[in-house]
């Protein structure tokens, strides 16, 4: 054991506790040799050790009336203790002890001054309270500047989430405990209670939220995955419960899986485009008729509360495009995606037959500057009109600088919806239209480049027709795309050979007849009509018909519809540039907290999302239902209780009582520091509590210096941790914990 005995020092108690707990820095009664006898425990010897506790230098002299002190020594302030006016005030001296031949004096000289007891927050005869909490640290009164600290245990309002972690002050249990814990009533009514995989289609599972899906396993890649929802790779569907689930076909005229149409073709603009998409029906000189499920969502729409691109429900919009419970929709308008798929039809026609097959009339024989006039201001069934303006053989119409086709039948052709044999064969894809870096304008992959789509398919795989120049120049393009209707909206295209482009089923830009690569720009503007600019850019030079009406209305959805033709095997260049051609889509993510479990959630149990036992905050998942640790620290400081310097604080024991018996665990990590701010980084040191007793104490000091820290630091964190039974059930309690410390003179 260690016995230590302190000239002239002061014990001071940090306490927590149940009730009040008291703490003194008060002159000791011990012998005035500062000593440290450190007697042996093993029995073997009867020896004490005399050595110098701090190893600082010589034993300190105490300053108490009688002791020795240096002919010379300056005067020391002095405080007797306190009495009490008749009227409950405190009345406090301070006086001045002299060094008189060689010894201290009494207390002489004393000024008298009153206290309020109002100041008195504890007990009466020990003086003012100095709390040794960092958080609510006072200046020790000159009544008795050797101050006593007094602290209760912790209520609600000390237990904040700067100093604790799942912490509850019980006044029942007297102490910290685990947070409470939640019960099976407050659990909500959103619980979900199916089970995945047992082949019955439930609406509301612990597994995974809402079922789309059950095929009587839970496994992936089947279609239906392991929580009971329809897997989007391939377009599945899962029409009966227990049974295997199907990958639906597009094409067979048949309406399967997430499919918005399906009517057995591959026809762009007929309403049900490529991939069995959805389009607007539309007419030409009016606005299109949106369709549910083809991505575009208008404000003005009464019928469509959402869109999201797809007539699958439980996704937030149903099949009919309404917003389905548990879900928040919102309409994207005027935010562009980095890239966006424009569809195209690609139709390769012999230009350059090999034996046996025939060149289209049209193709590889004429050459010019430019001509116009070849097609009609409006569409027909989707495609141009054939005017014969510039047609071989027949008077030259004004505009058309040469021939330019045969006859009608054969530039119908051009464009037609199925394959003709041994003429033209189709190929319907994308084109991915990407954002500049930092401009609005979107380009096509090949923009700056040459487009040779059919270099090794169509009549060329076919051994129906030869390349030129290593590249196949026989082939006509087709896109359409569906937008919504602002104003400002600009189109340019570069390139050759014939070009033409119709907005709302009316021709806005003809660039039509062979011609080496030419630009053209046009702009829509919000009166309906389209500027049309030669070159690049929406500026400068305009075409000849500079401004045509083409009856637009803002906030309708139109078609933009373009048909080119390469026909001429000197080259073969198509850029593409579109700027604000965007549509307004619903996108649809579930309301997390509303107690509505969806497709996309786990659980959701409300107001209780975050709590013991019930789903994450973020509907992700369900939380243990117990809290398995807690943590609760409280920071001292002996500056206000030790001189320092030249005194240092000799932290002594923290004693605690607590209750850990039927199961879990106490534990307390202490850390030093300089300064308050360095606590929160100092190296801990963990003391476990025994968890056969309800109160001990261990040596702080000690505990410090055994792992190689500094152990008379003027700052403390003592941090209590409490952690639940392996199967979360049953908790621990804290009910006090009590440190001390001592001032010793380091010099």
Known sequence: MIKALYSSRRVCLFALGAGLGLSACAPTEDAPDSIVNIEPT??????SVRVDLDAQGPIPTCSEPGCACEQGHAPKSCYPEPTFAANGTKVCAQGT??????????????????????????????????SALVSDASTCNACNPDCFVATTAPVTADLTTANSSNVDYSPAQGGITLHVLVNGTQRGSGSATAVCGNGVYENGGTT??????????????????????????????????????????????????SEPCDDGNNVVGDGCGINCVAEPTCAVGSACSSSCGDAIKLSTDVTEQCDDGNPRSQDGCSSTCQIEPGYTCTDITGTLPASFPLTVTFRDVIAIPKTGYTRHPDFEIFSGSGSTGMVGTSLVNGKPTYTGACQMGSALAAGCGSAQSTTAANFAQWYANADIPNVMKRFVTTMTMTKGASTNNYTNPTFGSSLFPLDSGGWIAANGESLTSSHNFGFTSEIHHWFEFKGGEILTFSGDDDVWVFIGGKLALDLGGLHSKLSRTIRLNATGTVDCFAGTAASGTACATATRSLGLVVNNVYEMALFHAERHSTGSNFDLTLNGFVATKSSCVPRCGDGVITTAEFCDDGLMNGLAGQCFSDCSGRASKYVTAASYFRDYTATGTCRIPPERPLWGALTWTGDARTGGSISFKLQGAETAAGLATATPVTVALPTTVTSGSFDIRTTLAGAGLQADVPYLRVTAVLASSADQKITPVLRTFDVAHTCVNAQ
């Open 97 to 130: 002890m002299s060094c008189r031949s060689g010894t201290w004096t009494r207390c002489e000289s004393l000024i008298n001054y009153d206290l309020s007891p109002v100041s008195n927050r504890s007990d009466v005869r020990l003086g003012v309270i100095t």
């Open 42 to 47: 093993d029995g073997g010897s009867d020896s």
């Open 208 to 257: 995974g939220g809402v079922e789309q899906c059950d095929d009587g396993n839970v496994a992936n890649l089947d279609g239906c995955d392991s929580a009971c929802r329809l897997e989007t790779s391939q377009n599945w569907f899962c029409p009966t419960a227990g049974q295997a689930c199907r990958i639906g076909v597009c094409g067979n005229s048949v309406r399967e899986g």
